[in-house]
């Protein structure tokens, strides 16, 4: 859609058909509708019907923290859209921005020429095999990119999958907005979406993954049983889906770049979704890749230097955020910090800072930098 606005010829080839479903952990923090609300979609998307999120809660057990983070770029909105919806809403925001759209068509292989990348070979719905050439081939293909695999892409940081869980669709389910439960060896994030229905992940150590898939529901319950309050509410709603879940949840950078070649989304980056951040930081990587092509299409030597710049910007804004989520994932002791989130609780100023940090927008380490812990318990 970008690159389509700014006048380049692009072709985008998805084997999926649209509408599409994937799992997702749904949320937009605003740091994330900030990126609609510049691109012109921000409004198409509340007209879906998606409900606004006005609070935010972490629950940590003794002390739960309630809040809304500081608008980015103008934006407070909050939304957790159904991907059938949002990826839609994206398909065809670029077709209308001229972008050729390719559905049911499934990648095979890149054409080399050398050891640049000049093109790629595709499958289309009735098996007959395509070939395109272009200036530049992204791979926007997910976690298992087959375009980083041909491309033979380095994972440069990497560390296991932390968590597994199940999640459902579910209605009837009154909600306070987006909630988030973390527990010892358990994790629970709770997503109102479109048509009345509630998006609930429970989640568990990975290393419980094989109890979990042995006894989804009872399992899955065991997990929602330590947030009583959850637990009875969902005890009067009916479930409309089934479970989906999986425990291949990586942390890792991949090498984003090279001769003609770029990745970007899940396929450059990918960390456990507990902190609900991954479409944010799709969005993000879409916006600096983006520039980065247009800034060096024209000359093979500037484009090179483009997308290097392109992977180290990316790094730079999101690796803080990386390093949280390994804390927080590892789901080992979920409140050691518990006088301070108790003090916190109780200051909308300070629940509104504590947003910020889960929300990616102050880091880590600054939040919980001494002399900003020494400020908030006195205050």
């Known amino acids: 859609m970008l690159l389509a606005r700014r006048?380049?010829?692009?072709?985008?080839?998805?084997r999926a058909q649209f509408p599409s479903d994937t799992i997702s952990t749904h949320f937009m923090w605003p740091r994330t509708t900030a990126f609609l609300a510049s691109w012109g979609l921000l409004e198409k998307l509340a007209a879906t019907g998606c409900p606004a999120i006005d609070l935010v809660t972490a629950d940590y057990g003794p002390v739960a923290i309630n809040g809304r983070p500081s608008p980015v770029r103008g934006s407070a909105a909050m939304y957790s859209p159904r991907r059938t919806v949002l990826d839609q809403l994206l398909v065809e925001a670029a077709r209308t921005a001229g972008a050729t759209v390719r559905e049911a068509t499934t990648f095979r292989e890149v054409i080399w020429q050398g050891d640049r990348a000049v093109g790629l070979r595709a499958q289309n719905a009735d098996g007959q095999s395509i070939e395109h050439y272009a200036k530049i081939v992204v791979g926007a293909?997910?976690?298992?990119?087959?375009v980083a695999r041909a491309c033979a892409a380095a994972t440069d940081v990497s560390h296991p999958s932390l968590t597994c869980g199940y999640y459902a669709?579910?209605?009837?389910?009154?909600?306070?907005?987006?909630?988030?439960?973390?527990?010892?060896?358990r994790d629970i994030l709770v997503f109102?979406?479109?048509?009345g229905l509630t998006c609930i992940w429970a989640g568990r150590a990975h290393a419980d993954w094989g109890t979990y898939h042995a006894d989804v529901e009872g399992t899955y319950r065991e997990v929602i049983s330590h947030a009583p309050d959850l637990a009875l509410r969902l005890n009067n709603a009916q479930r409309a889906t089934?479970?989906?879940?999986?425990s291949k949840l990586p942390n890792f950078y991949r090498q984003s770049f090279g001769n003609g070649w770029a990745l970007v989304g899940d396929a450059a980056y990918h960390r456990d979704p507990l902190t609900g951040m991954g479409i944010g930081d799709?969005?993000?990587?879409?916006?600096?890749?983006?520039?980065?092509?247009?800034?060096?299409?024209?000359?093979?030597?500037?484009?090179?230097?483009?997308?290097?710049n392109y992977q180290q910007t990316f790094r730079q804004r999101t690796m803080g955020v990386f390093d949280y989520t390994?804390?927080?994932?590892?789901?080992?002791?979920?409140?050691?910090n518990l006088p301070l989130y108790a003090r916190v609780a109780k200051s909308p100023?300070?629940?509104?800072?504590?947003?910020?940090?889960?929300?990616?927008?102050?880091?880590?380490?600054?939040?919980?930098?001494?002399?900003?812990v020494s400020r908030l318990l006195a205050n």
């Open 7 to 14: 006048g380049l010829n692009v072709l985008a080839v998805d």
């Open 141 to 146: 293909d997910g976690l298992w990119s087959q």
């Open 169 to 185: 669709y579910w209605a009837g389910v009154p909600t306070r907005g987006v909630e988030f439960y973390v527990r010892e060896g």
């Open 192 to 195: 109102p979406t479109h048509d």
């Open 242 to 246: 089934p479970f989906r879940g999986t």
């Open 282 to 308: 799709a969005f993000l990587g879409a916006e600096l890749l983006a520039a980065a092509i247009i800034d060096g299409l024209a000359d093979t030597a500037q484009l090179d230097i483009a997308l290097a």
């Open 326 to 336: 390994l804390r927080a994932a590892g789901l080992k002791n979920p409140t050691p």
């Open 349 to 372: 100023e300070a629940a509104a800072q504590f947003m910020d940090m889960l929300a990616g927008m102050i880091s880590f380490k600054e939040y919980f930098h001494p002399a900003n």
